[in-house]
């Protein structure tokens, strides 16, 4: 129930309680650090990937905006070296290397930190990953757990100079940044809320085990993005108010309709919990009428024939007739067994009558009809 | 359970996550935009449907107060152009073509944006539409989703010239609309409420399986009113507050009262929210009830006849008399048949008693009576 | 379920949605309003009742503080009117025929406008009856939907000269109206309060079907009591700190035990609402536990004589001993019959035994007697 | 279930609704009051029970600080003359008088007035009983309902000179009664945090249906505690927040500690609030498991032997083997009747084989043993 | 369930109710302070057990910064011996001597009190223990109620004069004290979060009712770990927001990562407790749905062979066929005994049809198939 990259370990702590702050233990098994950078202006693009941490010094000073992306957080000293050219402090390194941290925004000199979480879905499990940015004069330098994220559209923006991308500056790429992550939870949420309605249906239908256990991982999951997302209002709403001169004017107008994403987002995960919250007890009920069913079917079954399979057992006693003429004098009549079947037609069409009065014979049709 | 203009919708983005921001990617589905125009005065009323964009500007001119009402978001160089000619700002323009915004007041400029959702419900299923309002100098424009709304009573009143709204400026116009959307929240929420009214008695009477999902189908609708009328509150509530040129202090104090309708309706949806929610477990308890009937009809039936069925079975069995005077004397006795039949009536009374005093008979029969 | 003053007029408004703000549609249904009016001062108390309003503007002047009382709404000239008379706004008039609104407390120019909701209880239905009183320098004008209120006291007090009220102003007056509208309130929580008792001892002695029914009832009364005290409680706060001219600073004193009031009110509604909500449990698990005794005596009968019955069963077989030494030699043995007779003894008293260790017998008898 | 002095008066009020403000209504049944008073200094220390309350007058000016406690509120001219005497405003002894209050702080002009609640726990009945503490410069007056207290440590360290409270003034007074009245709240809690664990204990063993109802009872009694404590946690803190010339800086140092332990108690009363809901579902699904393991067996011995007593049943009938070589030849047969037995074995065992493989026989079993 | 040093403790207070603030009264059971010291600057470390309280005072002078640790509180003498040599006020020493306190921070004149609670798990029993800091300048005094602690890699750091600690203040060293005492909450979360886990798991596997027990260990646990986390968070908070000049700014930089990481433990608590109330509700409907198939099994069984026996049963009727040709021709036809067999099969056959069709046969099937 766990994977690599997954659900678990953003409650895991690497660093052995009580170290030093600011020490750097990396996970062993995350992946190298691959360096990719991008430098671009209004007028030209640079893309390059970056072996040595050393070359992205000429690269950075090359263009009016950088950004320094570097996938995989598995080797302490790149990190370090990294950190010592863009100044960025020990703590927050810390911070970058652990990647548990809830969405953040933090001032560090005159840099700022901002922590967020991406999110992504396959085969049905749910995971997030840490992204940490840095935003200083001319530059942005992110760091992510794992190749392969929802960025992609950014870069695609820069690389063809679609919107203002290419005229703003390092802030405004922070912003598009954000943005993407924040854009790439809809997506997952409307897949959710299908999913809900999946079980809805299932539920009327034909409910069965797994439902509940359908019902109990989308709880888990909604719960997993509650957490993430609410700490990104909050960082966004930081990000708003923020009046650090790196922050235009302008880029926090824009930065208010992504803060207006991130309500929407907080919105539907509410939305889909209330409503998930709602299936347990839609699912118990439904539960609790088809038991109910069962048992009326049982009840009636037993009620009818237990009388009368008493009365059949009395007349297969062995009582001698003659031996008294007291002793069973019934099974000598004439019109014994005719009466005896009349006396059964009797008690068990009563009993039905009883029954359909009560409304359990026309009861559970109707509700199936109606339920449906 | 999805409709086209209906719930679903409104949790969808048609933008790809990533683009950039201002981008206005209509949905192809999206009716084409169909305008018209009401310019009114103390004096006069003109009204008018207008196919060309261009037509609008000698319009406006015209009269003290337009109001562009636009039906229909599927063509966006028609939005776009129209966007322009009234200083509107391109991200407010995307929020309007993404129909799924909640309630809210923005500044941009000289001018007022204004998101409010409409409610309508038809054939027991409930449905938002997006209506967007830009509000300036002497003008009033509204988006909308689809064609027809609960706007009618205020075009009537332009028309008739009943109330100040000839004599008043646009922000008592942007007031009158929204007010109009305010009201619309009532017959429904009536509507709702005459409904929990029936599933309580149904409840009361005859509860089956399409109770359960009617109350779900409820709390759904309830739901999604709450995450509607919210916004909507907050939205009139910064209205209020808002110290713009363009609200003139008259025209607040008509907000109060619209404020005051918004409370108004949160108070009923939150009441019929708690009665819901009560009502799952007085259909749940109703429920258990019944099968608990169930069961004691079945123990009753079950806990009389099994043991006399046993003892009819006794002297069913053919050890065989004449081999022995210890095989089964009983068979032989002169009043062998009638005493088990004393003893047969003998038990019987006797577990009626014992269930009378535990109060499994007439405990039913009163419930029922008194519950009633 | 409803009735003609009762709960559910409460969700209705009869202005159709959209008129413009301020119109007057009275309900047709509503009594004629009939006035009354008590003017008094130190000295002297004027009573009498009014048919044209015209009359009022002597008997005004005629003493230092007037209250005007109007029971019934449904004559919208005679109510304008008198708004004029007492420069009463069209909006705060709209509120009053209206009568469906929460506790506020509005400013008009130099008039206070405070609306509350009377409560009274017949025949165990809960209603409010929403009073609108108008604060002037030297009048209070009150409105009430029906004739009878819970005021009386207070007319007692004017007359009798009993208290300060006649030596104090208009101010002074209005909390009086206040506090006996929050006074009524008390003794009927007791009366809810009694009945949650009686409630707790039904549940532990025989509860039933209209149990469930009653605690619902319960429920919903409290939910209905809650919104209507809270918006009090938030009005008469809003008194004590309105900073108006027509507040003396000794009335505020009063206000502030009557604050303390509505705060007790609260208390017990919140107080009551988590009994309640706590009976619903109680219910469920007393229901619970009779089930399971019920089955316990289901299944304590069935597993001892359904495979007693099946040996009986087996020696009522027709094998033939005569075909064969195998053939059920048992019914020729001298002892068979005794031999049956002590197997069918020692398996029901082993199953006895085996029940009575596993708490089954001894256990619920043990329930019933502590739990009573 | 209640008692003289108990829960339920808390909930009543003997003022008819509307009278006037400051009307002393003493309860009938209510106790003559007892005035004792302790006089003291750094120096010496004078205790005296008074008769007439003119005795007092001389009494307080003999020493720096002066305490008269008053138990019961049955005579109201003893109360009035007490009240002059000490400067007390009628709205304040109205709240004295009417022993339902929330734990407050009002100042009244030069005097501050404290309402507390004492709590005691007798026979498992929780009550509590209403303080009302009046300070002025230089004298404590103390109300009580019954005669009976906490405060009799307090009274020790008076008399035995103990700690700092013959060196201070009445402020220290004041803080060690309130102090004395929230310590007297733990033990109480402890006693309530030892049942739980009973219960607890209980369920896990042996629940029965009284359980619930101790279960339940548990609950009021938490609520009642909460709604106690938390006013009583308000009315400190506001002490601690009062820039009366009446409290010393030093004093409320030691406010500081006794708010402390208000909040430690709420810590407490929230903790086993939140332990004792959870009881409920412990309880529910303890007894849903029992239902379960007596359906399980119910099923298994049914579904045995039905089918086995039906083989018996059909060799017990009667067809004429000699009318027809079709009717039951098998009773002739050789081996008939062990091979009925054989088959009756077979089916036995393989039903058995099925129910271990579902894990109803081995289930209940295991479950028991971890379980326990 | 209860231990020595564990849950239940903190409920308690050992001073009786009433006595004098300041009082010290130590636990008769506690162990006897055992003192140990360590002193350290940039340069040398000085490590020692003290025996005499009066050693204390060369050690302290000779370095920068001392740390004295008190392990057991089980002395008056002592520890009132050393709160004077460190002017420690006499309320915080008594808050020592009591270790039941919730986090907090307290001035006492020119120092500072910090209470926190160390947390541990050893046999799935969790227990908390206070840890009472002084902080002044020079000095940190630290009281614990047992030896053995979470603090062990602080000291070896000092040692070793790893990080900054040795060039550091004693602010510092504060902050590197709780940030140890936060730390070691991580791993028992982690712990905590692997139980959750394999309770998941053995819901959806083999529920049984140690399953409930364990849960509800576990919302105990979890409720233990909120009471004691979230002042802890607001303790850390208030530390941050201090403006005393004990707090150098660079500490604070510190502290704000450990208030990140207070919050990072509630945010898992939070989490846990989230989804560990979910598995109730996913336990109970387990248990209803296993109840369910059970009562299946029964009712197809059951429904099935009841009327085939009846009818086996009237053929084992011994009406007599010589008495009249009436009574039971059947018994003397040709094919009487083939035709019973196949009614019989006829019967079974429908019935199983019918339940097939109802989905009471393939449904248990497909449940359990998807569900696992």
Avoid at 32 to 37: D, E, K, L, N, Q
Wanted: proline fraction near 6%.
């Amino acid at each position: 129930m766990t994977d690599s990259k997954g659900r678990r370990p953003s409650f895991r702590r690497r660093t052995a309680p009580g170290a030093p702050p600011g020490t750097l233990e990396t996970d062993p098994h995350a992946p190298f650090p691959a360096i990719s950078v991008i430098g671009f202006g209004p007028e030209r693009v640079v893309e390059k990937t970056v072996q040595d941490v050393r070359e992205l010094e000429l690269l950075v000073e090359g263009t009016p905006v950088t950004w320094i992306n570097v996938d995989g957080l598995g080797d302490a000293p790149t990190l370090i070296e990294l950190a010592e050219m863009f100044g960025i402090h020990r703590l927050a390194l810390e911070d970058v290397v652990h990647p548990h941290q809830r969405a953040k925004v933090e001032e560090y000199g005159e840099e700022l930190f901002i922590v967020a979480r991406m999110i992504s879905r396959e085969n049905e499990v749910l995971s997030t990953e840490q992204i940490s940015l840095f935003l200083g004069e001319g530059f942005v330098v992110t760091f992510q757990e794992h190749p392969g994220d929802c960025l992609e559209p950014v870069r695609e923006r820069i690389r063809k100079g679609r919107g203002r991308i290419r005229q703003a500056g390092s802030d405004y790429l922070a912003y598009a940044i954000l943005d993407a992550v924040v854009d790439a939870y809809f997506p997952i949420l409307e897949e959710l809320g299908e999913e809900l309605e999946e079980l809805e249906e299932e539920i009327l239908e034909i409910p069965d085990r797994g439902t509940v256990s359908r019902i109990h991982t989308l709880k888990r999951d909604l719960l997993l993005l509650r957490r993430t997302v609410w700490p990104l209002r909050e960082a966004v709403n930081a990000l708003l108010r923020e009046e650090s001169i790196l922050m235009s004017r302008e880029t926090q107008i824009y930065l208010r309709d992504c803060y207006d994403h991130t309500i929407q987002v907080i919105d539907m995960v509410e939305n889909h919990r209330d409503i998930t919250s709602g299936l347990m007890d839609f699912y118990l009920s439904s539960v609790s009428n088809r038991m109910n069913e069962v048992m009326k079917v049982l009840t009636i079954i037993a009620t009818i024939f237990i009388p009368l399979t008493f009365i059949a057992g009395i007349y297969g006693m062995n009582f001698n007739p003659e031996a008294s003429p007291w002793n069973m004098p019934e099974l000598n009549w004439r019109w014994g067994y005719p009466v005896f079947w009349v006396l059964m037609v009797t008690i068990g069409g009563t009993l039905l009558y009883v029954f359909r009065r009560k409304g359990w014979l026309g009861g559970g049709g109707k509700g199936d009809a109606k339920g449906r």
